[in-house]
């Protein structure tokens, strides 16, 4: 199946900007959607956001939307987040993942990255 590598976390104030890639091998990404999950100290994984194998539909975690940004380069085999006016709160490890076209953006993936923190301070 190939693997999930992820770059470009580090360390950044509140209300910088930080470009998170996923890099995928093996099978072309284009057979999949994608999407990034986060996870916080102490806190269990949740879906950040997705996009659909063509790039076509996206949909965003509320506590995201209007300032994080998923694309995605089909030909590169690469996905991005950019993520702008970062809070705190926005502190985790940030996990790629892609699941089969079928079903919900939001759930039910099967490939994971093994992450790349992020860290935002006050």
């Known amino acids: 199946q190939g693997q999930l590598v992820e770059s470009g976390g580090g360390l950044v104030q509140a209300g910088g900007s930080l470009r998170l890639s996923c890099a995928a091998s093996g099978r072309a990404i284009s057979h999949y959607h994608m999407a990034w999950f986060r996870q916080g100290p102490g806190k269990e994984r949740e879906f950040v956001a997705a996009?659909?194998?063509?790039?076509?539909?996206?949909i965003y975690a509320d506590s995201v939307k209007g300032r994080f940004t998923i694309s995605r380069d089909n030909a590169a085999n690469t996905v991005y987040l950019q993520m702008t006016y970062l809070k705190p709160e926005d502190t985790a490890t940030y996990y790629c993942?892609?699941?089969?076209?079928?079903?919900?953006?939001?759930?039910?993936?099967?490939?994971w990255g093994q992450g790349t923190q992020v860290t935002v301070s006050s």
């Open positions: 996009s659909s194998w063509d790039g076509a539909n996206v």
């Open positions: 993942a892609a699941k089969v076209v079928l079903g919900s953006l939001t759930s039910a993936y099967s490939r």
